[in-house]
């Protein structure tokens, strides 16, 4: 199993993004999909998760109405779309897939090895 995201890159704040991971080696619609990111100093945090077919969404407080996940199953890919972007959101984003759908590490199975969003003027 693979997951792969890319996308991050130098903004200013306000600024946009789209976040992408794709993954390989597994039935992509069997698994809930998250978003989390990882500051520096800091644990890592969880920012979206979607359900296996996008019925279900939700995000952590911080970025609501700012992020926006999506999946697209014929690609087997997940998206994050980061909006009106602030410095606080700087950290490593890596998506993860999963059983079942939640917001702790543990819900989720594989890993990618994370793309970097840096917002600064």
Known sequence: VQLVESGG??????????LSC???????SRY?????R????????????ISWFGGSSYSTDSVKGRFTISRDNAKNTV???VNSLKP?????YYCAAGLRLG???SDYD????????????
């Not at 890159?9 to 789209?18: A, M, T």
């Not at 794709?22 to 992509?28: D, R």
């Not at 500051?39 to 945090?45: D, I, L, Q, S």
Request: no cysteine; glycine share 14%; net charge positive.
């Open 88 to 92: 606080e959101d700087t950290a490593k």
């Open 110 to 121: 594989y890993w990618g090895q994370g793309t970097q969003v840096t917002v600064s003027s």
């Open 38 to 49: 990882q500051a520096p100093g800091k644990e890592r945090e969880f920012a979206a998760a």
């Open 9 to 18: 890159g130098l903004v200013q704040p306000g600024g946009s993004l789209r």
């Open 32 to 36: 809930a999909l998250g978003w989390f």
């Open 103 to 105: 917001r702790r590490d």
């Open 79 to 81: 998206y994050l779309q």
């Open 22 to 28: 794709t993954a390989s080696g597994l039935t992509f």
